[in-house]
């Protein structure tokens, strides 16, 4: 009776250290190194674009045998003032719409994971709601995003259209109002997290 007990306990411990060995929840910090965002917009005389050059964040997911299995947490900021287009005055001009003197971060926050769907081998797509603050203002958002993982890494790409008159945002202006840009502006970005 003594050697069926020891049996069970020493199967359930084997078990219980295999599961803890193939599933565990990881943090990864995102690395400047292969990760970039960048804003794409329009206006009345020409499309533009501008991007982020200081932003930090955090991951924390759960990985099975190498594979992307469940995101408990993620958290990205951007500095509003490291948007940078190569245009001093349009800069400028986003900052002082942004009111950056008063929310100097832009941040995203994520909510549920709604789907995580690996079925590609080489990556997996990801739903999720989550709050996107911009100017002060924190919005809802859904955002369908793909996820690969890398040896120790977890690259994360994908694309989200906002309006600025949703953040109580009044799109930027030039020229005393001579060029006005659009409402709609799209989020591109690939975020690469490593431990």
Same mark, same amino acid.
């Not at 930090?56 to 992307?68: P, Y």
């Not at 002082?96 to 929310?103: F, I, P």
């Given at each position: 009776m003594n050697t069926f007990k020891n049996y069970w306990l020493a199967a359930g411990s084997f078990l219980l250290m295999m599961i803890s060995v193939s599933t565990t929840a990881q943090t990864f910090d995102v690395k400047k190194t292969g990760s970039n965002m960048k804003i794409e917009g329009t206006s009345n005389i020409h499309d533009w674009e501008? %991007? $982020?050059e200081d932003f %930090? +964040?955090? /991951?924390? $997911?759960? /990985?099975?045998? +190498?594979? /992307?299995t469940q995101i408990k947490n993620l958290e990205f900021t951007v500095i509003a003032?490291? /948007?940078? =287009? +190569?245009? +001093? $005055?349009?800069d400028k001009n986003t900052y002082?719409?942004? %009111?950056?003197?008063?929310?100097k971060k832009i941040t995203y926050t994520l909510n549920?994971?709604?789907n995580i769907d690996c079925t =590609? =081998?080489?990556k997996c797509v990801v739903t999720t709601s989550g709050y996107l603050t911009i100017a002060g203002t924190k919005n809802p958002v859904d955002i369908t995003f793909t996820a690969k993982v890398e040896n120790n890494k977890i690259v994360l790409s994908g694309s989200e259209k906002v309006k600025m008159s949703e953040y109580k945002i009044d799109p930027p202006t030039a020229m005393f109002g001579a060029i006005t840009t659009g409402d709609e502006v799209k989020i591109e970005f690939q975020t690469t997290?490593?431990?």
């Open positions: 501008i %991007e $982020a %930090e +964040g955090t /991951l924390n $997911a759960e /990985l099975k045998d +190498g594979q /992307l003032e490291s /948007l940078k =287009s +190569g245009k +001093g $005055a349009m002082k719409a942004l %009111e950056t003197d008063k929310h549920k994971v709604k =590609s =081998s080489e997290f490593s431990k």
